[in-house]
């Protein structure tokens, strides 16, 4: 996973324009943490639940319908929209955690560059202009992670107590029709 490392401002003084550069990297760490927070749940347990549920679902089609009482019918229908959110959300997901991870390294290259010196201390009209650029062009690819990572953490949060109480009755049924493990 990513780890996250605050910068400390070299420069303390954020009246001055290398102070603000210092204090607007620093701000990058703080959404960049609030971003990697949403990650509450772990995608190889996302990526096995959907797999599991598409098991089951594709075993439960070829079941007479008959056997099953309405509660589990019922069940199984709210089982599939579990399913549908899991299916949708698992390639953003991991699109989501992979752009976090490449926004930590664009951040500590930024950070660094910083500390070097490339930017100047701000007075260099070229250089600061440059910061701000590259500034920017990170500040919204995090917006773009946020959003993302907001959407997926409301959606997962949203379908867990379903999946919480339906799953074991599932596991019930594959039991029952005795369906076999790819």
């Given amino acids: 996973m990513v780890f996250i490392?605050?910068?400390?401002s070299e420069d303390g003084?954020?009246?001055?324009?290398?102070?603000?550069?210092?204090?607007?990297?620093?701000?990058?760490?703080?959404?960049?943490?609030?971003?990697t927070s949403k990650f509450r749940f772990k995608l190889d347990v996302i990526k096995d639940r959907q797999n599991y549920m598409k098991w089951f679902l594709k075993n439960l089609k070829f079941e007479d319908g008959s056997k099953l009482t309405e509660v589990e019918k019922s069940d199984a229908i709210r089982y599939e929209a579990v399913y549908r959110v899991y299916r949708e959300i698992s390639e953003n997901y991991t699109h989501t955690v992979l752009i976090a991870e490449e926004l930590f390294y664009e951040i500590k290259g930024l950070?660094?560059?910083?500390?070097?010196?490339?930017?100047?201390?701000?007075?260099?009209?070229?250089?600061?202009?440059?910061?701000?650029k590259e500034y920017a062009s990170v500040e919204k690819k995090l917006s773009e992670a946020a959003v993302n990572a907001a959407f997926i953490d409301k959606q997962l949060t949203g379908v867990e107590p379903g999946f919480q109480t339906l799953h074991p009755k599932m596991e019930v049924i594959a039991e029952r029709f005795k369906f076999v493990p790819e």
């Fill in 111 to 132: 950070e660094k560059q910083l500390k070097k010196g490339v930017y100047g201390d701000g007075e260099d009209v070229e250089k600061l202009n440059i910061f701000k």
């Fill in 5 to 8: 490392i605050a910068c400390s």
């Fill in 13 to 35: 003084n954020s009246d001055t324009k290398l102070g603000q550069m210092n204090a607007m990297s620093d701000s990058m760490w703080s959404k960049h943490k609030a971003v």
